[in-house]
């Protein structure tokens, strides 16, 4: 997919029309770029902090591969590559085999390499290995088609041998490594393992402290059976975002860490563990948020008392009010579950949602927020002035994880790299 399709969403108007550029738009060539009705910022500046943290956490020696599955957690993975890259990330992980191309399309380092996790087709081997694409190998069958495909390619398949260990999803258990490392011991010439890993069942809860106990150890005698087969390792890994920061030893020789480079927690409960680890006050957070969501003052209408505000009659005023509409909705992320309990910030005010939140649309009481105006910033996550949202309160009243939160903000969204 073109770049531009993936950061900017606006669509080419026929040149045939006479049309101008909407204010605020800009015109390029033949085509008129119009604004989307919201946008997405990301911080420079946050990224680095959030990187120079994780890097000091994880310690010298240890690589941090950056995790951009599902558009980069919502965050635009072809805006948030290059700025990655900015910030001196070379490395990178995805579910699938399009979002691996999606990383090849929009790095611009030329060192930059990609690790797909999860899904990639058989007949797509061939494409990885010719685009020096690394893969996770976690059942006979993927082993034998990189074994397949690395023979028609003419050279070695990346792999990364994934290890069943507790979660029981994907991986080798000690049933059928054995069988595994036969057939790679064969093959030195056309697999090369660049590393052995496993994923956790749950790391950011406290709950699970004695199964990622058990998944530590069970790793640790894995990969001693591996040793025994005189196949070589590789890179160790198992770490996500909550291990990093809370099981020191399952840092190894690679984290992948996806969550916390963004500024989030993986959970309340893993933060407040690193804090009390490292003797930090509660109202500390080592870790800032690199995500704003905003939109504009659409229209204002003053409704008198006794009225039913927009479908159904969920929201009446109890007194004159002064409602702003805004042209975000339920389409571009914000849930209809934030029905009269979301708020949005306009003029340094936090402004209730009044009424159903709509497909492309909400409303905002903005009576108690003097001199609103038409075309006014409206903050739907993030800061303005003293005032902010959170993604955090926002998913506790939508009901939902922070992960859910940013990965229901639509593509089309345009992502905006800011200072």
């Not at 709509?358 to 075309?375: E, F, K, S």
């Amino acid at each position: 997919m073109d770049k531009t399709q993936h950061s900017r969403i606006p669509r080419n108007i026929n040149r045939r029309m006479s049309c101008r550029p909407l204010p605020g738009g800009r015109k390029t060539g033949r085509s008129i770029i119009v604004q989307h009705a919201c946008r997405i910022e990301l911080s420079e500046s946050a990224l680095r902090r959030n990187l120079r943290f994780l890097r000091r956490q994880i310690g010298t020696g240890v690589r941090l591969v950056s995790v951009v599955k599902a558009n980069a957690y919502g965050h635009g993975l072809d805006v948030f590559v290059p700025l990655a890259e900015n910030c001196g990330q070379r490395e990178f992980a995805v579910f699938s085999a399009t979002e691996a191309a999606a990383v090849i399309a929009a790095r611009t380092h030329p060192g930059t390499r990609v690790m797909i996790m999860g899904h990639i087709e058989n007949g797509d081997l061939d494409w990885a290995i010719a685009n020096d694409v690394a893969f996770y190998v976690f059942n006979l069958h993927r082993l034998d088609g990189a074994l397949r495909a690395a023979q028609r390619v003419g050279r070695p398949a990346r792999i990364h041998l994934e290890l069943e260990t507790g979660l029981h999803r994907t991986g080798f258990n000690t049933r059928t490594l054995p069988a595994a490392l036969k057939r790679i011991a064969a093959a030195p010439d056309l697999l090369r393992v660049e590393g052995v890993c496993t994923h956790f069942a749950g790391a950011e809860s406290l709950a699970n402290h004695y199964r990622i106990r058990r998944q530590i150890e069970t790793f640790a005698s894995l990969t001693g059976v591996m040793q025994g087969h005189a196949v070589p390792l590789g890179a160790r890994h198992s770490a996500c975002s909550a291990a990093a920061l809370n099981y020191p030893e399952t840092r190894m020789d690679l984290v992948r860490i996806g969550i916390a480079q963004y500024g989030f927690w993986p959970s309340q409960e893993s933060r407040m563990e690193f804090l009390r680890r490292h003797d930090l006050r509660r109202n500390t957070s080592p870790l800032e948020r690199i995500l704003s969501w905003k939109s504009r003052v659409m229209d204002l209408k003053s409704v008198p008392a006794g009225e039913y505000v927009g479908y159904g009659n969920l929201y009446l005023t109890t007194r004159r009010q002064r409602l702003a509409a805004v042209p975000t909705g339920y389409h571009h992320g914000f849930a209809r579950t934030l029905s009269n309990l979301g708020h949005v910030l306009i003029r340094g005010h936090r402004c209730p949602v009044a009424g159903v939140v709509n497909m492309n649309m909400l409303t905002a009481d903005v009576t108690d927020a003097p001199g609103v105006a038409i075309g006014d910033e409206v903050v739907l996550i993030g800061t303005q002035g003293r005032q902010e949202v959170t993604v955090g309160a926002f998913g506790e009243m939508a009901r939902d994880l922070n992960y859910e939160v940013l990965v229901r903000l639509p593509a089309e969204i345009p992502r905006i790299v800011v200072a």
